[in-house]
């Protein structure tokens, strides 16, 4: 490093401008010190290219060739990247072999359930105060299994009586008393849904008793008597108010059988739960395998509430992470008389992650009594031709490998005509020895480790203080100008 005089007073990339002195600075010296900086980030890395674990293929004693169909197991999943671009099949020999990876489907359907509006509405009103409705729903759609009186109103209850009926003029009791509800006052429980035996009829009358209802206002009126400027009489009055029944709209509700993926269950590793700071909701903290979950199970001893429920994700930003919400619900149990029904399933689109954070909005209500949780989703497995008198395993965990492209035509043409491939077990998980943890995996917890980065931080504060002082007293050291 060598230094000039009095050019200026500021400090910059190419010079240390220092009272007055301007002491300049290699270029080779910063790129010898880059090199350094990302010489130490990677090589501890440089090992990351092969892949880190093995498990073999319980293949038995083929009499002949078969598509063989290994299930992936928690362990695989944990040690592959996204994507499973590192997962391969090799033969006894170390050469790989073609596969198909494929979700695991089955012939069963599932239910799904739909709404559709009602038509042709017309009422009437009842002499003894009641309400008559008669609708209808399109032929075209599958038999009604319920209703639901979809209603802006809160804190009510309505006895309904539903009949069907195929001309509109001969009408056939379906249910004779159902009750409907909404208790927000006393806590987050209500049905306005009123379920139907198996019938094929098109045209429906519902008939609610006594529309109108007393309401009791949150408001009281007072009157004081005063005399002499002291009270003498005080009375409270409760304004109570008829209110009508508003209904805003009549769905029919029905299910649809289609064809869905299998759905396994998945054990979480861990979870936690706690309340959040400010005390109105939930969070669940869970630690999972990274399988490729669809859903979260929430199983609690609470019973009647409704509460909204989001599932979120870890994205680091920076030193920072933030959560994202990747799926959002309502879970639900309703234990009245003769009324039961549980909706504790979290839905989202398939995902793989170590960490979720489940948020359970409770507002001013009690916290849920969270006892466990259950994980579900999609299960792979990997299709290949498997010969006799040869062994094979899945090697997997490099996050560097690139996804294979294969040609699959024979496998693809064999399972459309019919062949059925023979499921088969997976050995106990091998590590290969000296293999290191992949590229991005080392480099997300270093990255995202605050404690490494601060370390970082004060290594360059104290090499960029001992250049100022090393370069002071070289300035120190200078011949002085006649008269300075």
């Not at 009510?156 to 009408?171: A, E």
């Not at 170590?354 to 259950?374: K, S």
Request: one cysteine or more; aromatic letters at 8%.
């Amino acid at each position: 490093m060598t230094c000039t005089k009095k050019v200026s007073g500021t400090l910059s990339l190419r010079g240390l401008h220092v009272f007055g002195t301007r002491c300049k600075v290699p270029d080779t010296f910063f790129v010898h010190f880059a090199a350094c900086l990302i010489a130490a980030a990677f090589v501890p890395c440089a090992t990351a290219q092969q892949p880190r674990f093995f498990k073999g293929i319980d293949a038995g004693n083929l009499k002949q060739e078969e598509i063989l169909a290994p299930l992936l197991d928690g362990d695989v999943y944990a040690g592959t990247s996204d994507g499973f671009a590192d997962l391969r099949v090799l033969d006894d020999k170390g050469n790989e072999v073609p596969f198909l990876l494929q979700k695991v489907t089955e012939p069963r359907t599932v239910s799904v359930r739909q709404t559709a509006p009602a038509r042709d509405v017309s009422l009437r009103e009842l002499k003894e105060g009641g309400l008559e409705i008669q609708v209808s729903k399109d032929e075209k759609l599958p038999p009604a299994e319920g209703i639901s009186l979809v209603t802006p109103l809160r804190n009510y209850q309505q006895q309904v009586q539903i009949s069907g009926s195929s001309d509109g003029r001969t009408w056939q009791t379906l249910v004779a008393d159902a009750l409907i509800f909404d208790y927000s006052r006393y806590m987050d429980v209500g049905n306005h849904q009123v379920a139907l035996p198996q019938n094929r009829y098109s045209r429906f009358r519902i008939t609610i008793r006594d529309v109108t209802s007393n309401q009791e206002s949150e408001l009281l009126e007072l009157t004081r008597r005063l005399q002499g400027g002291k009270e003498t009489e005080r009375v409270e009055k409760t304004v109570v108010a008829r209110r009508p029944f508003r209904i805003d709209r009549i769905e029919f509700w029905y299910h649809e059988r289609r064809q869905g993926d299998k759905k396994t269950e998945y054990a979480v590793a861990d979870f936690k739960s706690e309340p959040s700071a400010e005390g109105r909701q939930t969070l669940i903290h869970v630690h999972t395998k990274r399988e490729p979950l669809t859903g979260f199970h929430v199983e609690t001893s609470s019973r009647n509430f409704s509460r909204r429920v989001a599932v979120q994700v870890p994205i680091a930003q920076g030193m920072r992470t933030q959560w994202h919400d990747i799926g959002t619900g309502t879970i639900s149990r309703i234990d009245f008389r003769d009324l039961h029904r549980d909706e504790l399933l979290v839905s989202f689109p398939e995902t793989r992650h170590e960490e979720y954070r489940i948020v359970i909005d409770n507002g001013d209500n009690p916290a849920l009594a969270v006892t466990g949780l259950r994980g579900e989703g999609n299960a792979y497995q990997a299709l290949f031709l498997a010969a006799p008198g040869v062994a094979y395993h899945l090697s997997y965990g490099s996050e560097a490998a690139k996804a294979p492209s294969y040609d699959t035509a024979t496998l693809r043409e064999s399972l459309a005509r019919g062949y059925q491939p023979v499921a088969v077990g997976l050995s106990r998980q091998t590590t290969q020895s000296g293999a290191s943890a992949p590229t991005g995996i080392v480099m997300r917890r270093v990255l995202n480790n605050p404690f490494v980065l601060g370390g970082v931080i004060l290594v360059l504060v104290a090499v960029l203080v001992w250049g100022l002082y090393h370069a002071g007293r070289r300035i120190d050291r200078l011949p002085k100008e006649p008269g300075s």
